[in-house]
């Protein structure tokens, strides 16, 4: 029987989704095996049935260079009785699968890390290696290599972000922007930092203190009052979404956000919009103050996930497809596929990297690097003491919108 392997991408979209299973599909192809497109994410591996395409050549070459993903996505997560009773080996032996590749981010990797060790405890001869995405860039791949996805997207934030920006300088106007990130601020501070917006609000900055929607609230103000200071009428607040995950449900529920939640538990974000919550938080404390300011809300999320990926990833992402089959070929499994900073191909054992759950954890910014700080220090706007004076214009008590004093640093 034809060897074959099989491909599911899990989670969101990210741009490059296509490119990597193009890319694996022809590398494959070309050295005789039998190309399996599993739709669903996990689901089918847990199905007595399964959605397939066969991907060949004509497929992949129509597929590698566009957005979104050719194979539909999930976010199920197996339970450990889909372990026990139903994990679809036959599928495996009856299409003689040698490979399983998962394509995904930190929740599709644990998961991969779980069928690792599964396979490895049944003796079942099939290699799992798994591809790296997300438009979060939170997996902890070496030295701060980027997931595959992030700069498309961050090159897509920074399109609209810009625009919004010209808007705020043009119409005197402040906008209050969330961006895409469940748990890390890569995304937000990448697209507020190329644009040189006053505030950058991402959970990481966090280090020292509680985050509340209160400080949020006051760290916007803050930027606001300054510019003023400075004869500025106009600017905009980038804030990840990531904060969401930190407030207490006295803050959500204050705010009258609920949340559903997803097969992995993480409360579902895109189904609230972040930007216009504080926004409305935002007018509320500035109409108290009694200080005039028109503000809006804008949010970037979905439009960035499923875009053309630019010409970095659309590289990237070809070279960790041929990293697959070259990591297959040299006999790894259980891991990622990574690419070092000298180009060279090389597998990230899921083992080595997971927590004491068996889960792969996130990677937050590193808000000690001088590329964070400086950021903070010279392109963001806020109350220092040495403005303390000229605030009182607008506040009795500057000191509260300190940015460095509600961060405790």
């Given at each position: 029987?034809?060897?074959?392997?099989?491909?599911?991408?899990?989670?969101?979209?990210?741009?490059?989704?296509?490119?990597?299973?193009?890319?694996?599909?022809?590398?494959?192809?070309?050295?005789?095996?039998?190309?399996i497109?599993l739709?669903?994410?996990?689901?089918?591996?847990?199905?007595?049935?399964?959605?397939?395409?066969?991907i060949?050549?004509?497929?992949?070459?129509s597929?590698?260079?566009?957005?979104?993903?050719?194979?539909?996505?999930?976010?199920?997560?197996?339970s450990?009785?889909?372990?026990?009773?139903?994990?679809?080996l036959d599928?495996?032996?009856?299409?003689?699968?040698?490979?399983?590749?998962?394509?995904?981010?930190?929740?599709?990797?644990?998961?991969a890390?779980?069928?690792?060790?599964?396979?490895?405890?049944?003796?079942?001869?099939i290699?799992?290696?798994?591809?790296?995405?997300?438009?979060?860039?939170?997996?902890?791949?070496?030295?701060?290599?980027?997931?595959?996805?992030?700069?498309?997207?961050k090159?897509?934030g920074?399109?609209?972000a810009?625009?919004?920006?010209?808007?705020?300088?043009?119409?005197?106007?402040?906008?209050?922007?969330?961006?895409?990130?469940?748990?890390?601020?890569?995304?937000?501070?990448?697209?507020?930092?190329?644009?040189?917006?006053?505030?950058?609000?991402?959970?990481?900055?966090?280090?020292?203190?509680?985050?509340?929607?209160?400080?949020?609230?006051?760290?916007?103000?803050?930027?606001?009052?300054k510019?003023?200071?400075?004869?500025?009428?106009?600017g905009a607040i980038?804030?990840?979404?990531?904060?969401?995950?930190?407030?207490?449900h006295?803050?959500?529920?204050?705010?009258g956000?609920?949340?559903?939640?997803?097969?992995?538990?993480?409360?579902?974000?895109?189904?609230?919009?972040?930007?216009?919550?504080?926004?409305?938080?935002?007018?509320?404390?500035?109409?108290?103050?009694?200080?005039?300011?028109?503000?809006?809300?804008?949010?970037?999320?979905?439009?960035?996930?499923?875009?053309?990926?630019?010409?970095?990833?659309?590289?990237?992402?070809?070279?960790?497809?041929?990293?697959?089959?070259?990591?297959?070929?040299?006999?790894?499994?259980?891991?990622?596929?990574y690419?070092?900073?000298?180009?060279n191909?090389?597998?990230?054992?899921?083992?080595?990297i997971?927590?004491?759950?068996?889960?792969?954890?996130?990677?937050?910014?590193?808000?000690?690097?001088?590329?964070?700080?400086?950021?903070?220090?010279?392109?963001?706007?806020?109350?220092?003491?040495?403005?303390?004076?000229?605030?009182?214009?607008?506040?009795?008590?500057?000191?509260?919108?300190?940015f460095?004093?509600?961060?405790?640093?």
């Amino acid at each position: 029987m034809e060897k074959s392997i099989v491909i599911l991408t899990g989670g969101g979209p990210a741009p490059g989704m296509n490119t990597v299973v193009g890319t694996i599909a022809k590398t494959f192809l070309s050295n005789g095996y039998r190309v399996i497109g599993l739709h669903g994410g996990y689901k089918g591996l847990f199905s007595p049935i399964q959605k397939t395409t066969d991907i060949d050549f004509l497929l992949a070459d129509s597929i590698f260079n566009r957005g979104g993903s050719y194979l539909m996505m999930s976010r199920y997560k197996p339970s450990q009785e889909d372990f026990d009773k139903n994990f679809n080996l036959d599928f495996f032996k009856n299409n003689n699968i040698q490979l399983l590749v998962t394509v995904g981010g930190d929740d599709t990797a644990s998961t991969a890390n779980r069928i690792a060790k599964f396979l490895a405890a049944k003796n079942y001869p099939i290699a799992n290696i798994h591809v790296p995405k997300t438009i979060d860039n939170d997996l902890p791949l070496p030295s701060n290599i980027p997931t595959f996805g992030y700069h498309s997207a961050k090159s897509e934030g920074t399109k609209i972000a810009t625009t919004v920006y010209e808007d705020a300088r043009t119409s005197g106007t402040w906008f209050v922007v969330s961006a895409m990130g469940r748990s890390a601020g890569h995304l937000a501070l990448g697209i507020g930092a190329t644009c040189h917006y006053p505030m950058i609000v991402i959970p990481e900055m966090f280090n020292r203190t509680d985050i509340t929607i209160d400080k949020i609230v006051n760290m916007a103000i803050s930027a606001i009052i300054k510019r003023k200071i400075m004869g500025l009428s106009y600017g905009a607040i980038m804030i990840s979404e990531g904060v969401f995950h930190a407030f207490s449900h006295t803050d959500l529920e204050a705010a009258g956000v609920k949340f559903t939640y997803d097969d992995h538990g993480h409360p579902e974000l895109g189904k609230i919009s972040k930007a216009q919550m504080f926004n409305e938080l935002l007018e509320k404390k500035l109409d108290k103050l009694g200080i005039s300011v028109k503000s809006r809300p804008v949010e970037i999320g979905y439009e960035v996930r499923c875009v053309t990926p630019i010409a970095y990833d659309l590289m990237y992402c070809s070279q960790l497809g041929m990293g697959v089959y070259q990591l297959f070929k040299e006999g790894a499994t259980g891991c990622m596929v990574y690419l070092d900073l000298n180009n060279n191909i090389k597998p990230l054992y899921l083992s080595d990297i997971q927590d004491k759950d068996g889960k792969i954890p996130p990677r937050g910014v590193n808000i000690h690097t001088d590329k964070a700080q400086n950021i903070i220090r010279y392109l963001m706007h806020y109350i220092t003491p040495a403005d303390y004076e000229a605030a009182k214009e607008y506040v009795a008590n500057p000191e509260e919108y300190d940015f460095i004093k509600m961060l405790n640093w």
